[in-house]
């Protein structure tokens, strides 16, 4: 049985295009008033990115122009999201998981604590770790957390939706993973466990007497 969770945030926990106005809004209306050196068509490509892909992996594939940079991320890591945010309809099989829970996410740590908040689930989870991509990775996370918490790592899921990210870094360190993806964006990609929804999350994880 899994006793132990790391559970990524965004698109696993929510879904970034049911909350796009809240989330989104204010920084689309931003980006539309700097030169990023990119057609129309770019960007509303980008656009649709940012709902499942962290900013800073969308700004260097569409190569935003690198004299606003400064700007957008002075911006991005003094942005919080300030309107309430709704769970997935899923987010009741993580709630019930039984065991020790942690948040895992990538991006600006203001912003991210700031969508634990809006979505009230704060209390679900013992620890809520923000990782910094553009210097470290959820892989050194992982192993942080275990050393600090001396986990088994035979007791752990790992659960998200980036199939390069907390399902790859987990794979490289001998963890279950479950790879959520509804819209089948990754056919071919490596996981223990895969769905298009968490209805079998509880088997997974050994707790299938949840009801």
């Known amino acids: 049985m899994k006793r132990i969770f790391f559970i990524d945030l965004d698109n696993t926990i929510y879904f970034t295009g049911q909350n796009e106005e809240q989330l989104m809004g204010e920084l689309y209306r931003f980006l539309e008033n700097l030169d990023l050196g990119i057609s129309q068509a770019d960007f509303q490509l980008a656009k649709q990115e940012m709902l499942r892909t962290p900013f800073l992996k969308v700004a260097k594939k569409y190569r935003f122009n690198e004299k606003v940079m400064p700007e957008v991320i002075s911006y991005l890591e003094n942005r919080s999201v300030t309107q309430p945010l709704k769970p997935s309809d899923d987010y009741h099989y993580i709630k019930s998981l039984t065991g020790r829970k942690f948040i895992v996410t990538a991006g600006f740590p203001k912003q991210q604590l700031s969508k634990v908040k809006m979505l009230g ?91």
């Open 121 to 211: 689930i704060a209390n679900d989870f013992e620890e809520v770790h923000v990782v910094d991509v553009s210097s470290t990775n959820k892989k050194e996370r992982f192993e942080m957390l275990i050393d600090q918490h001396q986990l088994n790592k035979d007791d752990i899921l790992i659960i998200g939706d980036d199939a390069e990210s907390e399902i790859k870094f987990g794979l490289e360190l001998g963890i279950t993973t479950f790879l959520l993806d509804p819209e089948n964006l990754h056919p071919n990609a490596e996981s223990t466990f895969k769905g298009t929804d968490l209805s079998s999350l509880h088997a997974v994880a050994g707790q299938s007497d949840y009801l």
